[in-house]
């Protein structure tokens, strides 16, 4: 495909054509996935732009003649590379167009690509040093956001991007939800999870967040191999068996059952008396 | 000799040419490309996409690098203990962004978030150094390095008074204000080259709190070229005699004299080089 081709094709419907096999995949998939899908890939129209400045009015007037005129925004059509996935870029990707360098030149193509750096960034839940490749415009945002936790917690996953990003909050959230973070510090943890309060979803959508769909099938795979293997009866009894053993108390006396049989025979020695 | 040093200017004009092009200033970008259409889009019904062509694809750069002169990215940052030359404990400082990061990482400061600001409200009781600024700890460390020169005059009797130190100071790039300034006990009295070159301690205050001593020298000379003392190289670099002998207690507290670093060959170069030149300013001087 062409450089011009593809920037000719609806901005959404480009996506959708990309993702046709992988939409066929995620309809498979369980409910809290499908969920996450939409909210990270589905929702376009949610997205803040980073490389082009939306106009907020529908109507514009042109400033010489007056005249008053509908405008529509167009979205300019932005790729976004696997190695984005490696790095935090804060919704910044590759710009694919083309470049006219005189007013009797045919335009020539031009990439537009962000600037990276290899930096240090802290968390606070986890209390690790993560060395990342970041932009930036990445920095900015964990800046606005006085630190990285909460700018994972409080951005959505269409702003996210990033699998790193995601798999990062998908921890975050755990944390969070086990409370088994900072146990040395139990001040502190106790402040942190009330101030991210806000920010939880259900235990069954955190299991199913941030994974790549390839991922995600390979989950739903082995759950599946899990639940369709036969067990054997054996398990099961001897399970059943230890517990019943457990449950029962040696210490009382057993009691006594005497068969009819028994009272019945005349030659048994009676018994004694206490 | 000559031809080697021509080029070299020639390709040092060369590099400042080539490193003002566009391609060569990217590499120093860190603001997020913003891109317009040349070309706008056509209208299309409401909630449709319009029908695009080739041409709807040239971009137009409107954001592409930072702003010339480059002006450093700023940060607000609120301090959790002393850092040198940045601020106290418990302070609110506007620095480079870049730094503003590296101390949150060491955990020397935090967001300045309201919770975080009362939180290191009471913090200023940790303030151990007292400085009365936080450019005092720069400034003490500059003074206590240097060697003031006070040039005074050959021919006509004078005693040293604080705004002849004022001046000399103003020489060096350091503006101190009279008040600031405390002379030794004993006074100086000139024109007298027994004093030449002889070490004495001037003390000046900053801010009305912090005291610092400074190396100070009184240097002769006149109008007269012929009557000018002998030039001397490097006098900042060896230590001298003092003045009065009461000052060998203070001598001990400061810092030593940096030595010089080139061999005695080195420095006879050196001097032929500087005598050269000496006699070519000279020689101009006359001509004019």
Known sequence: MSAGVRSLLPYNRLRRLKNTHNVWIVSVLPVPYQKFYREWMGSEDKETPVHWKPVDSEWVRNPETGEVKRFQNVPIPVLYPDQMHEGLWGGEGVIEGLVKKGKYRCPVPRFWVPNFYKTVVYSEILDKYLSIVVTERALELIDQHSGLDSYLLNTPAYDLKSLLALKLKRKLLFSILDKDFLVNNLEKQTNLVEKYKDCLIPRDDVEWYGYSVQEAQLKYRMLLKEQSQPVALKHEIRRKYYQSLINKDFDEPPTESVSWVKKMNPFTKPAQAP | ?288
């Open chain 2, 1 to 288: 000799m000559k031809m080697n040093s021509a080029s070299g200017k020639q390709l040092l004009q060369l590099f400042q040419v080539v490193a003002k092009r566009p391609f060569l200033q990217q590499s120093f970008r860190t603001a997020t490309y913003i891109v317009e259409r040349k070309y706008p889009a056509p209208l299309a019904k409401i909630h449709k996409y319009p029908s695009l062509r080739r041409r709807h694809q040239v971009f137009n750069t409107v954001q592409d690098k930072n702003p010339t002169p480059y002006v450093r990215p700023l940060m607000n940052v609120l301090l959790t203990e002393y850092v040198e030359n940045v601020g106290q404990p418990g302070e609110c400082v506007e620095i480079w962004a870049k730094t503003g990061r590296e101390l949150i990482l060491k955990h020397k400061a935090v967001y300045p978030t309201p919770e975080n600001k009362e939180k290191y409200r009471d913090a200023t009781a940790l303030n151990i150094m007292n400085y009365s600024s936080r450019y005092v700890k720069n400034t003490m460390d500059i003074l206590s390095k240097l060697i003031l020169f006070i040039t005074m005059n050959k021919d006509v009797p004078w005693t040293l008074e604080p705004w002849h130190v004022r001046v000399a100071f103003r020489k060096a790039h350091i503006i101190v204000p009279d008040h600031a300034i405390t002379l030794p006990k004993n006074p100086i009295k000139g024109p007298d080259l027994t004093l030449n070159g002889k070490e004495f301690y001037v003390t000046v205050t900053i801010n009305k709190t912090e005291q610092v001593i400074v190396r100070s020298r009184i240097v002769h000379w006149t109008s007269k070229v012929e009557e000018r003392l002998p030039w001397v190289p490097f006098p900042f670099k060896k230590p001298a005699p003092l003045l009065f002998e009461e000052d060998k207690v203070i001598e001990a507290q400061l810092p030593a004299i940096e030595p010089l670093k080139m061999n005695e060959d080195e420095l006879e170069d050196f001097i032929a080089k500087m005598k050269l030149k000496s006699q070519g300013k000279i020689l101009v001087k006359k001509i004019l």
